[in-house]
């Protein structure tokens, strides 16, 4: 089972990192995987997550030119996480948890190469995940009800002065709905950390904030700060 849960992970990860690719190159009309450079179409065997990389010796047959080693990387790490995902948590909330990484991951990635996000991908993958996390929204304690309108004043506040962008607000706010108000402080916590060390050793004056919301929540699932 371990090796299933790992092929799942690589293809889920291979997935986002693919249609994360598509909405920063915007080619979304098309229909097959394409090499980032020759833009030719991949054949099957290339898309195997890992061994594509490994039996094309890391570079694209039709063009030669070397593909990225943060595929395979990132294709072993999702891998060995869905293996944890699914050897703590019950199947149920460990797909879940996998669906909801992945999306986050198409986001952080387009956020980061871009610092935007398509309200297209936004909106839909709110929704899908809404209904996806549905016998968790029927449970939520009062408190966590109270938690989530006082966090989403506060960030509606600081949206309307630019201090904080509207898809951060949004996912901050889809969170609150999802953890309990322990699990958001720890995400909020790590992400706010993360991004304010990286503007204080760096020269710029603004980054994106979705791929440190992504590491928030990896911390909480590793700590297991969810239930």
């Known amino acids: 089972m371990l090796i299933i849960f790992f092929i799942l992970g690589t293809a889920c990860v291979s997935f986002g990192m693919c249609q994360a690719r ?4 915007q080619i979304q009309n098309c229909s097959w995987s394409i090499c980032d450079h020759c833009h030719q179409r991949l054949k099957w065997w290339q898309l195997i997550p890992i061994f594509g990389y490994l039996l094309q010796g890391g570079k694209c047959v039709n063009c030669h ?3 990225t080693v943060a595929y395979p ?3 072993f790490l999702g ?3 869905f293996i944890y995902l699914f050897s703590t948590f019950s199947g149920l909330a460990a797909i879940q948890f996998g669906f909801l990484l992945t999306w986050l ?13 398509s309200l297209k991908l936004l909106l839909g993958g ?6 996806i996390f549905g016998n968790r929204i029927f449970n939520i304690p009062l408190i966590q009800i109270e938690f989530w309108i006082i966090i989403n004043g ?3 506040i600081l949206s309307l002065n630019n201090y904080f962008g509207w898809a951060d607000t949004c996912l901050i706010s889809l969170f609150g709905i999802l953890f309990p108000p322990i699990t958001l402080a720890v995400i909020i916590l790590i992400a706010s950390c993360g991004a ?3 503007l204080k050793f760096s020269n710029q004056t603004t980054l994106p904030f979705i791929p440190w919301l992504l590491i928030g929540i990896i911390v909480t699932l590793l700590l297991h700060l969810t239930t």
């Open 22 to 25: 598509r909405y920063v190159e």
């Open 196 to 198: 304010f060390i990286t």
């Open 154 to 156: 506060s960030l509606a």
């Open 73 to 75: 990387i990132g294709e």
């Open 65 to 67: 030119f070397p593909i």
């Open 126 to 131: 709110t929704c899908s995940v809404l209904l």
């Open 79 to 81: 891998g060995g996480f």
């Open 105 to 117: 991951l198409i986001l952080a990635l387009e956020d980061f190469f871009t610092q935007t996000v």
